[in-house]
């Protein structure tokens, strides 16, 4: 997950659930997590720009990205808001970013994965701000209270998860069966706790909440890709290696075993062992009164 906040300020930030902290700077480190993890959908980075951009908060825009990661969301919202549109609408641009990641493997990678010549932005990659990726968000109001201290008034916050889609095939479904069950009470965005914000004071009283927006796409992917992006989750990087093992087995043979028709499998192209990966984005919009 990734969230975004056209801001004027950052405050401080939640504690990050440790096995998520400690199977996070296990991956985003070891650069598995950026090399197994997809990027967003560019329908939703460009509404998410487009959003920012208004008349009370003009271009170019200030930016605090919370949950930074390895710099996935990064990469796009600098390259949308820095690019003209398809239409030649001209880009509002950026003043300022800063990026907030509590894990210190994450932020090693992000230092790398930016481009040259962003020191700026390097500069303020810090590891406490407003919200982590895994803390347990916006259920106390809190949360938004530092949101609201953060937000310009008609700013926006904005949350994006990306989710295999397990209602597009059958192996999805199943493959998340697989890994699920390692879950260990770590928070989870499928649990939907999240959706207390919504009641939390600071949220109604200062916030508007925009109707959720949802993408569909499929990403090509192969097993190797698979198993890459089962073992970049927190929770998996960090259990001992022959559980590991045992569910890299699993789903290889799961994979591997299965007919087509049951697994619900899109080839790409089959030779290369190339096929489509389902995936649901989620974007949920709050813009402060």
Known sequence: MSSAAQ???TGSGSAMHKIARNGFDSSGGSGLY????????????????????????PAPLRIVELGAGTGIATRMLLATATSPSADGTPPPG????????????????????????????????????????????????????????????????ALVWNLEDREAAPWVAQIRDLYEQYEDGTPQYRHMYWHAMYKAPTCTSHFKADEP?????TIPTTLQAVIDRVLSKSYISVLPQ????????????????TPDEQLGRKWIDEEQGVWEYPYRTDLFIFRRK
Do not use: C, W
Not at 244 to 251: A, N, S
């Open 213 to 217: 927006r949802h993408y569909h796409r």
């Open 7 to 9: 801001s004027q300020t």
């Open 34 to 57: 950026d090399r197994a993890r997809p990027s967003y959908p560019p329908a939703a980075i460009s509404t998410i720009i487009a959003e920012a951009t208004n008349a009370d908060s």
């Open 94 to 157: 950026v003043a300022s970013l800063a990026a907030i990641e509590p894990s210190a493997g994450m932020r090693s990678h992000f230092e790398t994965a930016i481009a040259s010549g962003t020191n700026s932005l390097k500069q303020q990659m810090q590891d406490k701000g407003l919200l982590s990726p895994s803390a347990s968000i916006s259920v106390e109001d809190g949360a938004f209270e530092s949101f609201d201290a953060a937000l310009r008034p008609n700013g926006i916050l």
């Open 242 to 257: 022959d559980k590991q093992d045992k569910l890299v087995k699993d789903i290889s043979d799961y994979l591997n075993n």
